[in-house]
């Protein structure tokens, strides 16, 4: 590597360039997954599954190739800028939020290939709280690809859309549940599926804090049902 900086700039935008690429991976991932289970395809599932080790390579790959870059900048004295360091932990950050959706998303895979949905009935809610997720996602790794802070906003708030749905199922699975409109599994089903929609939608916030870290050097904190942009600069950050 060059020891300038415009050779670190370089490599960081080939890396960025993968991490967009892991993106729209698992983001076809967790789309197949939830198409599955919706339509009980299990060869779709059983693809979705297969494709998380695609998604175990390239996380490997980019950790991998952020660590020796930053280890050849170090080496080689190269005189980095507090943003361009920002960008390698960017990178590794976002790349392990990544692969943990696509962990969630081969577990949602798996849950139609075992048939473990049988003939459950989704409720319009849930079908609504999925797509919510799924595009949270596509909104998430937008916001990577053009540093949009404006849309990493957008995500934040977004959690609180999908807390909101899953109370909702819950309480409706309850009801149904309390009533023998629905069984026991079904019930279990729908409670284990909600919680790993709001597990996906806390990985799409996380990697939001990111962006917005990435762009204006802020750190982002959540009090209560807000979130708070704190300068890098403040004491107590």
């Known amino acids: ?37 919706f339509d009980r395809n299990a060869e779709r599932a059983t693809w979705a599954i297969r ?30 800028g507090e943003q361009q360091l920002r960008a ?17 998303a081969s577990e949602i895979a798996a849950i139609t290939a ?21 595009g949270i996602l596509r909104d998430t790794n937008a916001a990577v690809h053009g540093n949009d802070t404006g849309l990493a ?22 009801h149904q549940l309390a009533n023998g409109a629905i069984s026991t599994e079904s019930a279990f089903l729908l409670h284990e599926i909600a919680n790993q929609c709001e597990l996906i939608a806390d990985h799409c916030t996380n990697i939001a804090e990111q962006v917005i870290y990435l762009t204006t050097g802020a750190i982002v904190r959540h009090m209560e049902s807000s979130w708070v942009q704190v300068p890098q600069n403040k004491p107590g950050a």
Do not use: Y
């Open 1 to 37: 590597m060059p020891s300038s900086s415009e050779g670190f700039q370089q490599r960081a935008e080939s890396l960025r360039a993968d991490l967009v690429a892991q993106g729209r991976r698992v983001q076809s991932m967790l789309e197949a997954a939830f198409l599955a289970l």
């Open 51 to 80: 494709e998380e080790d695609s998604v175990d390579a390239a996380d490997v790959t980019i950790e991998r190739a952020c660590v020796a870059l930053l280890t050849d900048a170090t080496r080689q004295g190269a005189e980095l």
């Open 88 to 104: 390698v932990l960017t990178i590794v950050k976002v790349n392990n939020e990544l692969e943990r959706v696509a962990d969630v």
């Open 114 to 134: 075992r048939g473990i949905a049988g003939a459950t009935a989704f409720p319009d809610t849930f079908r609504v709280m999925a797509n919510s997720v799924i």
């Open 153 to 174: 906003n957008i995500v934040l708030q977004s959690q609180h859309t999908v807390a909101a749905f899953k109370d909702a199922v819950l309480k409706a699975a309850e």
